[in-house]
């Protein structure tokens, strides 16, 4: 049990770091190429090692995300011999967001960019950026820095004293690098020793405002991990599979089970009262530990990298969406999915031969195979919503919650046989429930659907599609429960005289469940027009995919200078949200279309924050380029706006994706953890309240 709970810690540990804080996606590396047979010829050569799920657009990307650029500071002695060569070729497709075709690759790519030497010494210098997106989050612009010099002399006319002069250049160049390398000790003793005086460098970075500039990434980190989002995540997990294991035992598999394993229990130990309750008390751990053992095996499965990685994975979802449609065709009566009646027959068996707490396990997993067809696709649809929570310790969590709910009534009624009495019998009613969860599934399907959608640029299923189809889905459930409609496991009713009732007499309960699936049926058909319909926000596809929007709300930053966004902040009175975006950021575009224009979330973000907007691929240089030095030693160096809010970004708050949200106090120190891609109206409301509280205290 000790090194079970050692497991479940690492796991929940794992579980609260975020991707936000990965590292890049993108490994890149630059080498110098000869040319053979060519001496007059030079390769820079650019390589990409791109991480699933992630692209890496290409050059001709005109008005939409990053493109790849070659920008040289220097060249001399050499020109560039005609434009990029992409290996292989990249793909190609339109972009919704931008209206332009964009070109990206996978994978793996080379970029080269061929180099004429002139003759006599040549140098290069400079740097190719590129940009990088997932499904969900974007890079900011990233260049990869290159050097290179040499000297090139035709065979013809090469002579001692092109070779003193090679000699005397690389000479020059040691001791300008030498020179360097002890301007650089001296500035790094003069950062430990605490002085106040700082570096032209940095004075261009940082200004007059170092105080702000100062890292919190641990800071934010704690937050992050100790936030309470996680907490109520889990505790809804787990809430939601006790509603799971309660639909699970009303359902035709379970339910008539009930009364015979109990009173095989008590008829057991008749003599002996106590012995029955405890066997049944047994028979309700041995369900728990299955299921738990259940989510266990997902996790672990999985990995605790994957499970955040899935839910925003394109093919992945599609796989899920096909798993929940078949779910779905078997609850409405289509088929019905069973194991192998030998694993149930092999089970009954072991619970025959064996004796004590074996005996009364092997029934429990009877009991779980038995009942799959009933079980199986709620548990289905359960480990889907876990599996792309981002949790690692969902699927346990879940289970145990759907366990202790379905094993419960086995141990009560054990206790309280009378009960039992006064339970519901078995009737059509359960049939109720399977269809009207078949439907649900059905509907988070399409959830699904619009993941793998929005992925690839189909549009198929733009907001006005999906909320079509959920309003049919959920005003057939609504017919269906008034008896409008018939299944063909639907059990026939008869009147006095033997005749089948066409349309039978409902009782009070499924008309009102009938009454409140109409009801947000029809509450859903005003965001065919642009209503937010927030009770649905989470699960449709973003408002930019709906063609005929009359809602015209949107939020756009005064500001989009960090200091001065600081200092009108100071002067209000009001915390500031910094809002790490970028013109080529789909995502952002994503959320400020989706989130941002909700009431609730507007009157926050423009009458009690000081939104600044940083761009990360803003194009405006520098005065002055500037190097700077990485938290992994690396050095970068800084040309444009976006290139320094990229690096306050990564320096200040330990991140680099977009978009990316922090809501800070006047020091700049974080009020509540970051915020990235999540198409969550209450969640980002409860996220800005709770900041705000703690702002005012």
């Known amino acids: 049990m000790r090194q079970l709970l050692k497991q479940l810690l690492i796991i929940f540990l794992c ?24 001496d007059d010829l030079v390769d820079l050569v650019f390589s990409f090692d791109i991480q699933p799920g992630w692209h890496v657009y290409g050059p001709e990307n005109d008005g939409g995300p990053t493109a790849m650029t070659m920008n040289f500071e220097k060249l001399e002695g050499a020109q560039k011999e005609g434009a990029l ?3 292989p070729a990249p793909k190609r497709e339109q972009d919704a967001i931008f209206d332009c075709e964009v070109t990206y690759f996978e994978t793996k790519a080379t970029a080269t960019q061929r180099l004429k030497l002139k003759g006599g010494p040549w140098k290069a210098e400079g740097y190719l950026e590129y940009g990088a997106c997932n499904d969900e989050t974007c890079m900011p612009p990233t260049p990869i820095e290159f050097k290179y010099n040499g000297s090139y002399a035709k065979a013809d006319d090469k002579s001692a004293e092109a070779e003193k002069q090679e000699k005397e250049d690389k000479q020059a160049e040691q001791e300008q690098a030498d020179e360097a390398a002890l301007l650089a000790a001296q500035a790094d003793s003069v950062a430990a020793l605490g002085q106040a005086d700082s570096s032209a ?34 505790w809804g997990i787990f809430l939601l599979g006790i509603v799971g294991g309660l639909i699970a ?15 095989f229990f008590l008829k057991r130990s008749k003599d002996d009262k106590r012995k029955g309750i405890r066997d049944a008390v047994l028979y309700g751990l041995s369900i728990v530990v299955i299921y738990v053992g259940l989510g266990l095996l997902v996790t672990l499965i999985w990995g605790p990298s994957s499970l955040n990685a899935l839910s925003t994975n394109a093919i992945f979802n599609l796989f899920l969406f096909a798993l929940l449609v078949v779910f779905a065709a078997s609850f409405l009566g289509g088929f019905e999915i069973t194991l192998p009646s030998s694993w149930s027959t ?9 004796t004590g707490i074996l005996s009364i396990f092997f029934m429990a997993l009877t009991l779980v195979l038995v009942s ?35 094993a419960a009534p086995f141990t009560l009624f054990a206790m309280f046989p009378t009960w ?12 109720v429930i399977k269809v009207v969860l078949g439907l649900v599934e059905l509907a988070f399907a399409l959830k699904f659907l619009s993941v793998a959608d929005l992925a690839y640029g189909w549009r198929l299923l733009d907001r006005e599609t999906f909320l079509c189809l959920w309003i049919l889905i959920f005003a057939l459930m609504g017919f269906y429960l008034l008896g409008w409609i018939r299944l063909p496991h639907d059990e026939d009713e008869y009147d006095d005289e033997g005749n089948v009732v066409a349309r039978p007499k409902i009782g009070v309960t499924r008309f009102l469940s009938a009454l409140c699936v109409l009801a947000f049926a029809l509450y859903m058909v005003p965001g065919l027009w642009g209503a937010p319909c927030k009770a649905v926000s989470a699960f449709a596809p973003p408002m930019w995919t709906q063609d005929f929007n009359l809602n015209q709300n949107t939020v756009e930053a005064v500001y989009t200078d960090f200091e001065e966004g600081m200092a009108a902040a100071r002067k209000a009175g009001k915390p500031v949200m910094l809002d790490f975006t970028g013109f080529g950021c789909v995502n952002c575009r994503k959320m400020e279309a989706a989130v941002w224009p909700d009431a609730r979330v507007k009157q926050l973000m423009t009458e009690d924050y000081v939104l600044v907007s940083l761009y990360v691929d803003d194009k405006t240089p520098l005065e002055a380029p500037v190097e700077v030095t990485e938290a992994d030693g690396t050095t970068r160096k800084l040309r444009t706006i976006g290139d320094r809010w990229s690096y306050l970004q990564r320096s200040k708050f330990g991140a680099q994706t977009q978009p990316f949200y922090v809501l800070v106090d006047h ?14 109206i209450p969640a980002f409301v409860s996220w800005l309240e709770g900041a705000l509280k703690k702002f005012k205290k």
Not at 205 to 222: C, M, Q, R, S
Not at 379 to 387: E, H, Q, S, T, Y
Not at 667 to 680: M, N, R, V, W
Request: hydrophobic share 45%.
């Open 201 to 234: 460098a940095a004075s261009a970075i940082v200004g007059d405002n170092a105080a702000l500039w100062t890292p919190v990434i641990d800071e934010l980190h704690a937050l992050d991990a100790s936030s309470d989002t996680q907490s109520r995540s889990l």
């Open 15 to 38: 579980a609260v770091g975020t991707h936000a804080f990965a590292q890049n996606p993108v490994k890149t590396t630059v080498q110098q190429k000869a040319v053979s047979g060519h």
């Open 420 to 431: 039992l009495k006064s339970a519901p019998k078995s009737g059509n009613w359960m049939n």
């Open 346 to 354: 092999k089970m009954d068996e072991k619970a025959s031969s064996t």
């Open 667 to 680: 020091d700049a120190h974080p009020l509540a953890g970051s915020y990235s891609y999540k198409e969550d």
């Open 85 to 87: 060569r992409l290996s």
């Open 249 to 263: 035992l009303l359902t035709p598999c379970v339910w008539p089970i009930i009364p015979m394993t109990v009173s």
């Open 372 to 406: 799959f067809s009933c079980t199986g696709p709620i548990i289905g649809l359960l480990l889907v919503d876990m599996v792309t929570s981002g949790s690692v310790v969902a699927p346990t969590v879940g289970m145990l919650g759907f366990a202790l709910a379905l």
